[in-house]
């Protein structure tokens, strides 16, 4: 997949790098987030986590499916730990 891709994907979970208006996996997208190594997209985790589980299109086991290596894996369950804390701290729920 293309990096234009990609900031296409995240610009519609709430980081605006792009417009569009294509239908695209939400879950893809935040495995390719995980695997990207890149801590700029990292840091939008917990944004475009909120925004992928808000209209119920965020499935656990889909990411999964998406992410090869153990690694990567880890790096999403990571993300996933990092985002619940910042949402307990800041006393943030979601449904």
């Known amino acids: 997949m293309s990096d234009t891709t990609l900031l296409k994907r995240l610009s519609r979970l709430g ?6 208006d294509d239908e695209f996996d939400v879950n893809q997208t935040l495995a390719e987030v995980a695997k990207s190594n890149d801590t700029r997209l990292w840091e939008s985790f917990p944004v475009l986590l909120v925004n992928a589980a808000r209209d ?5 086991d ?3 499916d998406h992410l090869d290596t153990d690694e990567e894996k880890r790096g999403f369950h990571n993300l996933l730990q990092l985002s619940m804390t910042l949402y307990d701290f800041f006393h943030l729920s979601f449904f």
């Open 15 to 20: 980081v605006p790098l792009m417009e569009t």
């Open 62 to 64: 889909r990411v999964l």
């Open 56 to 60: 119920y299109r965020f499935d656990y």
